[in-house]
């Protein structure tokens, strides 16, 4: 690599000197890119060799999504080059961050679970931990936001890294894994061993990715699998084209519609391919005798998606390395752990037997017989019915994967306190019950060298210039900014950052959505997965609340706020599609109406991304966490707007809580419904949100507008929220928090009125806010599940 910016230059500009078109800014991508892989390829060499000849513990963290994000930048920031790189190719003329914004950007994901496994993978390297990611390599990622009319539709997004990509084919290491067909019993060397017949194989070719660690040098491995046709021969029957066609969905994209059978057995064909193909790779390339297993590899499963983990190594230990079921039993449970991400019914996966014993047979049969095994251990235990309905795996010719996923793991994780506690005493009592131990916190983190340093390099000037660079290895050392929350000239300066971060976001709205927004104004953010729980719909009818008020009452002259938006709604969710074209629709009203648009600017981002967060979490000034208290885990946007210095304006729900133990109550705004209110209200059933509006003149308003007035399209596009506020006694409170939820925006606003006392709120959150990098949250991990010992990089 190179150590000076000259050296850099003119090794450039030799190797642009050969392309053929060197006035194209996407050569100078293909340039840089390809040089950043020299670079990053030599450590990554190394590093692998150190873990073998180490013989190290490693760890594999399996998941469904990884929502990486681009990954030059990242990588020239963790190879400590990016000052340089940026500075010789301005020289050059070239603007890095316009080439950065060439880079396809792989959307694997959807949102905080995958992005989650992305933090986890830069902690793992930048704290030089031999941990790696096993995922699948979607053909395409999630899928591009359009708005037509206000309404979101779908295209598919095609991510292409064939030619520039970060990845590397390795064929030498495919493998083929089989699926439907039969068991028969058949022996092998003296012993039974059960034989799958007619089976149909799926070619696996694994795709590596390098993840460089901070300050280089360490550089993990995310494995992608990708599924291809296999040269084994067809079952009988099976038309060729079909199965082709059946191969390429397999990796074709995240998340396929699974409400018809067919797509149910794709999902599962997925998770079983990610499960198989990584486990058997491990087994084989491990570097001590197989009862030793556990001592040399853990594997994480992100949330219950890569829950067939469990059976498959029990398949692999048993019918492929001759091992007894107990033995086999022990090693699964001392190799495996489980995170929980969710207490939503609809989220806990459930899948019917009968399908899975069609597509997994030989699986089928591991899974009914841990069941078998656990029922037995619990038949002494005094239960009633419905406890051992909740202890069940296999109950009612239905799979549920979460209970598998907790039998068949040594550790359990919630990923927020209130989360845990939730899964304790409710969710999940009875497992808790019969294994005490089983279950704790960890609670999230972010990668804040992605979300601060990266994002909002303006911002980590500032910090640095004020306390040292020591935060951006140890985040913890972010406290050291409480010296200068008092201090006049570092107050302005702060705000100087957020007036130039918003000013940026705001040239970006300008262009690509044609909105003029003013840096000036408040803005407030809320950007996640657009969901009930979440209640976008709580924020934007406020919203047409605060308009109503401006229209009707002329000494009502808020202070101007911006209100930014941004998600995604899953293609086949009615009510958060709705959601959306209502957002759409006041925001059309709103910033067209001459009064209204002094005070009042709503923006909804278009396909909100990774790179797309990365420029709104820095320019807000206050950050939407407004989920029903008990349904969300943790979030963990509401971690990467403190470090950006914005305010919580939240209920006590997920991390928000464990935010506002850091930075006290004063520094957040904080209202509504408590998690054990909610839960009360769910057990009586005593919720009937008409009492509400009788008596709020204002709700009334809205709703009338809303069911049949200018927010009713008169064609029953707003059906689902109506069915679900009105006739289903709306199950995430709505109406009940609105009008707190209204108080603590007037709070708010009165708070941001008094710049320099906002700023000083600023500074506590990001001075409190290195307990939620990811670093912490991996170290937790580390010492409490995976036992994985330091690597360090004078080693490498
Ligand atoms: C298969 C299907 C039912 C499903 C698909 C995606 C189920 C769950 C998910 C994704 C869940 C998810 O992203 N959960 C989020 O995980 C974050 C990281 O722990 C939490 O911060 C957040 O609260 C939680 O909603």
């Known amino acids: 690599m190179f150590s000076s910016k000259e050296r850099f230059k003119e090794n450039f500009v030799a190797r642009l000197e050969q392309r053929e078109d060197k006035e194209s800014l996407q050569t100078v991508y293909s340039v840089l890119t390809a040089m950043v892989k020299e670079w990053t390829y030599d450590d990554w060499e190394q590093t692998n060799q150190q873990y073998k000849e180490q013989k190290r513990k490693q760890l594999y963290y399996f998941s469904i999504e990884f929502l990486m994000g681009r990954i030059l930048g990242q990588n020239l920031m963790n190879l400590d080059v990016h000052g340089f790189v940026e500075e010789g190719l301005k020289e050059l003329g070239f603007d890095l961050h316009a080439i950065e914004e060439l880079e396809p950007e792989p959307g694997l994901g959807n949102g905080g679970l995958g992005r989650l496994a992305a933090c986890f ?118 038309p060729r084209t079909l199965y082709e066609q059946e191969t390429a969905e397999v990796t074709d994209r995240l998340y396929p519609d699974a409400s018809l059978d067919a797509g149910k057995i794709l999902r599962l064909k997925q998770q079983y391919f990610l499960c198989s193909a990584s486990l058997q790779t491990i087994v084989k390339n491990r570097d001590c005798p197989l009862s030793d297993l556990a001592r040399h590899v853990a594997i994480q499963i992100n949330d219950t998606h890569p829950a067939l983990a469990i059976p498959e190594l029990m398949r692999i230990l048993m019918d492929e390395e001759g ?34 014993e069609r597509l997994l047979p030989r699986i089928y049969m591991i899974i009914q017989e841990i069941d078998r095994r656990f029922k037995e251990k619990t038949q002494q235990e005094p239960l009633d019915e419905w406890q051992r309905k909740k202890l069940a795996i296999i109950e009612n010719g239905v799979v549920h994967m979460a209970t598998l996923a907790v039998v068949g793991s040594y550790k359990v994780n919630g990923v927020a306190k209130l989360h845990t506690e939730i899964l304790k005493v409710r969710e999940m009592k009875e497992l808790n019950d019969h294994f005490p131990h089983k279950f704790h916190n960890i609670t999230n983190g972010v990668a804040h060298r992605r979300w601060l340093l ?52 705001a040239d970006y709205i300008k262009t690509h959505q044609d909105i003029i927004v003013d840096p000036e104004s408040v803005f407030d953010a809320q950007i996640k997965r657009i969901h009930g729980y979440k209640r976008q719909l709580m924020n934007i009818l406020h919203i047409q609340m605060l308009y109503n008020r401006i229209l009707s009452d002329r000494s009502f002259r808020p202070y101007p706020r911006t209100f930014i938006f941004g998600g995604k709604a899953a293609p086949s969710y009615r009510y958060a599609k709705e959601v959306i074209k209502l957002i759409n629709t006041v925001a059309d009203q709103v910033n067209n109406d001459p009064l209204a648009k002094k005070h009042l600017h709503i923006v ?73 209110q909610v839960m009360q209200f769910e057990k009586e059933q005593s919720y009937y949100p008409p009492d ?36 289903c006694n709306d199950p995430f409170f709505v109406l009940k928090d609105i009008q707190q939820y209204g108080k603590a925006h007037e709070r708010l606003l009165s708070a941001f009125e008094n710049s320099l006392a906002w700023q000083e709120m600023s500074v506590v959150n990001i001075a409190q806010s290195g307990i939620f990098s990811s670093d912490r949250t991996i170290q937790e991990y580390s010492d409490e599940v995976w036992q994985l010992g330091r690597v360090p990089s004078n080693l490498l």
């Open 604 to 676: 909804f981002i278009e396909d909100y991304s990774v790179s797309k967060a990365e420029k709104i979490f820095p320019a807000s000034d206050v950050s939407e966490q407004i989920s029903t208290a008990s349904k969300e885990a943790s979030g963990t946007g509401n971690m990467k707007f403190m470090m950006n210095g914005a305010i919580t304006l939240g209920t006590f729900d997920g991390a928000n809580l464990e935010i506002v133990e850091q930075v006290g109550e004063d520094n957040a705004f904080i209202f509504g419904l408590t998690a054990r």
């Open 454 to 505: 990266k994002a909002n390099p303006e911002l980590s000037s500032l910090i640095t210039s004020a306390v040292g660079d020591e935060w951006i290895r140890e985040p913890i050392k972010l406290h050291k900014l409480h010296r200068f929350s008092k201090d006049p000239a570092f107050l302005q300066d702060l705000q100087a950052v957020k007036i130039a971060k918003k000013r940026q976001l």
């Open 121 to 238: 993978m830069d902690s793992l390297a930048s704290l030089q931990l031999p941990g790696h990611g096993c995922g699948l390599r979607y053909k395409g990622g999630l899928f591009t936001q359009v708005f037509q009319d206000g309404f979101q539709t779908e295209q598919p997004t095609v991510w292409i890294d064939e030619k520039e990509g970060w990845g590397i084919r390795r064929e030498e290491l495919s493998l083929d894994i089989p699926f439907f067909g039969s068991i028969e019993p058949g022996i092998e060397s003296n012993r039974l061993k059960p034989v799958l017949k007619d089976a149909e194989w799926i070619k696996a070719v694994p795709y590596d990715y390098p993840i460089v660690g901070a300050a280089g040098k360490t550089v993990n491995t995310l494995r992608l699998w990708q599924a291809e046709v296999s040269s084994r021969p067809l079952p009988k029957g099976k």
């Open 323 to 356: 091992m007894q079921w107990e033995e086999a039993w022990g090693i699964v449970n001392h190799t495996i752990s489980y995170t929980n991400h969710t207490i939503l019914e609809e989220a806990l996966e459930k899948w019917s037997s009968s399908l899975l």
């Open 692 to 727: 509400i509006i009788q008596h709020e003149p204002d709700l009334q308003l809205v709703m009338a507008q809303l069911l049949e007035g200018s927010l009713s399209d008169g064609e029953g596009n707003i059906s689902a929220i109506r069915n679900q506020l009105v006739d």
